[in-house]
């Protein structure tokens, strides 16, 4: 499992590397809003077209050799984004998160199919410290200083091909591939209605903080080195509650903790507007005290739910609910920086905090509803027995993929 988390963490430096440089670049550019939240949106619909068909490639391939194809693909659209004008970044992203699903598929599975039931939440959450502790040192490393350079792409494709160094190396073997198990998102909607909605909801405010939020920054006329520590902000926030939500994911019911993120993101999105409102001193600072609360609610919420679902449908089906729960993120993800900006488009910059406050309270607003109907059960980590990883349909329907 190292070979394949310290691949990852590296992948992370690339693409953190990407996705705070294109908004940004737009952004100075003088690109509409709208363009923006397109191109941020093209890496999800990507994603989401990935989760369809690359369980099946995985299948075939075997998880590190798939790792592998997809860092080279990764490496190569990079280049692509200092040969292309801005205006056609979109293709250039739509590819990357194809590739971007094969990653997360790889690596979401294989550390949820062994970890043990009652420390699943922990080590997730863990390995998602690693990645923002990785997200934030490039963020702010080189974040800044990739602005004043020509060659931060080429340095980034670079990052891409290095991943694959500890991956290519390793004489660990992969998780084994057996027979097609089918996971259908009516099934965790049944069984797990709240991971459904975390997932959703942590794409919907992920695609818009990450791909908006640098944008944002500038917009409403921070400098470039506020507009990347707002941005890290973000992440660190995410990153001091990780642990700690992981770790009571695996003690405290689910759903109460996603209803207590989700009502403290609303109301950092108040505080946000009254801040900006009243002109209140030193905004700069309270900019990024709440922009870091609003990860600290709002990021998280995805370890929790991904151990929820696993709770509730067991860990043999590890690769085909990873599958699942990242096609929801990416759904979300995709819709979110449209939204975003739509409203960012129509009622100027700080729209962005009306859309987070908005979608924030309808999410508090179903958890509440799911927690009054059925109130926790006495044993909620119940889960069933393990087996062997395997890979699933990852269909929306469940029927399983023709042409074989």
Not at 71 to 99: C, E
Not at 160 to 170: C, D, R
Not at 263 to 276: I, K, N, R
Not at 371 to 378: D, G, H
Request: proline share 5%; aromatic share 10%; glycine share 10%.
């Amino acid at each position: 499992m190292g070979a394949i988390v310290s691949g990852a963490l590296i992948l992370q430096i690339a693409s953190t590397i990407v996705n705070t440089v294109v908004p940004l670049k737009m952004a100075l550019e003088q690109k509409a809003p709208l363009l923006i939240g397109l191109v941020g949106s093209a890496y999800s619909v990507g994603f989401l077209a990935g989760c369809f068909v690359i369980p099946a490639f995985i299948r075939r391939v075997g998880h590190i050799r798939a790792f592998a194809v997809f860092a080279a693909l990764q490496a190569v659209l990079t280049l692509s984004f200092a040969m292309t004008p801005l205006d056609l970044w979109g293709i250039s992203r739509l590819g990357m998160g194809f590739a971007g699903a094969g990653h997360a598929i790889c690596i979401e599975s294989w550390i949820s199919g062994q970890a043990k039931a009652g420390q699943r939440g922990r080590i997730f959450g863990f390995y998602q410290i690693l990645n923002r502790l990785a997200l934030i040192g490039s963020q702010i490393g080189v974040g800044y200083v990739s602005l004043q350079s020509h060659d931060i792409f080429l340095i980034a494709s670079a990052t891409f091909s290095i991943a694959l160094i500890p991956v290519g190396m390793t004489k660990a073997k992969g998780p084994e591939s057996g027979e097609v198990v089918s996971v259908r998102l009516n099934t965790i909607w049944q069984y797990a209605p709240a991971s459904v909605i975390g997932c959703l909801y942590v794409g919907l405010m992920g695609g818009a903080l990450t791909n908006v939020a640098p944008a944002y920054g500038i917009l409403i006329g921070l400098d470039q080195a506020w507009a990347i520590l707002l941005t890290a902000g973000i992440q660190i926030g995410a990153l001091v509650l990780q642990w700690p939500l992981g770790l009571l994911a695996d003690r405290v019911e689910s759903r109460i903790i996603m209803l207590s993120a989700t009502l403290s993101v609303v109301l950092c999105s108040l505080a946000l507007g009254a801040v900006l409102w009243f002109a209140v001193p030193h905004t700069r600072f309270w900019l990024f005290g709440l922009f870091a609360l609003i990860g600290a609610g709002a990021m998280p919420i995805y370890t929790v739910a991904v151990a929820h679902a696993y709770f509730r449908l067991g860990r043999e089906r590890a690769l085909g609910l990873s599958a699942q729960l990242l096609f929801l993120w990416a759904t979300g993800s995709a819709i979110g920086p449209l939204v975003s900006t739509a409203f960012m488009q129509a009622v100027g910059p700080n729209g962005l905090l009306a859309y987070l406050g908005l979608l924030s309270a309808a999410a508090a607003a179903y958890l509440a509803f799911r927690l009054r109907r059925n109130p926790p059960s006495a044993n909620p980590f119940a889960e069933r027995p393990a087996t062997a990883p395997t890979i699933p349909d990852v269909s929306p329907s469940g029927r399983a993929p023709t042409g074989k």
